[in-house]
């Protein structure tokens, strides 16, 4: 029988990305890393020449217009953890992943938006001294998400 108090699942993207580049190398690690689906807001690329694994094609994914378009279609039940440089954010290494999230990661030249970060139900970043490449972000975050950590 399905406890759907300890079921798991998490999407992954990226909200105005700007290289097709990075989509497809998060794309590749979100894959591998066991996530549900994932996603674009704003700029859509549907195929990358570095998802080799064609995860596109292999779990779901979704694109949305607008922030809010994308925050209206959020799973019910499901908390937002926007990854940014913010002094309100938790750290990385003790945040506790909630069971049902969908991680939002933002453009290297701009982060997530404000009204994004408004929204996240929890923002977390991690030790380094400037923001780095969105893919490389997202696969830390979804590296950590594995671990053997308390889930919230």
Request: charge should be positive.
């Amino acid at each position: 029988m399905n406890d759907n108090f300890v079921t798991e699942y998490f999407g992954i993207g990226i909200q105005n990305g700007k290289t097709p580049e990075n989509l497809g190398v998060l794309w590749r690690t979100a894959q591998n890393l066991g996530a549900s689906y994932i996603f674009t807001i704003g700029n859509r690329y549907a195929k990358q020449a570095c998802d080799t694994h064609n995860a596109v094609k292999s779990i779901p994914y979704f694109h949305y217009e607008s922030f809010d378009d994308f925050y209206k279609n959020l799973p019910k039940g499901a908390r937002l953890v926007g990854v940014e440089l913010d002094e309100n954010a938790s750290d990385l290494e003790t945040f506790n992943h909630p069971r049902r999230c969908v991680y939002l990661l933002g453009a290297e030249d701009n982060g997530l938006t404000k009204k994004a970060i408004e929204k996240c139900h929890y923002l977390v970043k991690f030790k380094s001294e400037k923001s780095l490449n969105v893919s490389v972000a997202g696969s830390i975050v979804l590296y950590d998400r594995g671990l053997n950590k308390p889930r919230s």
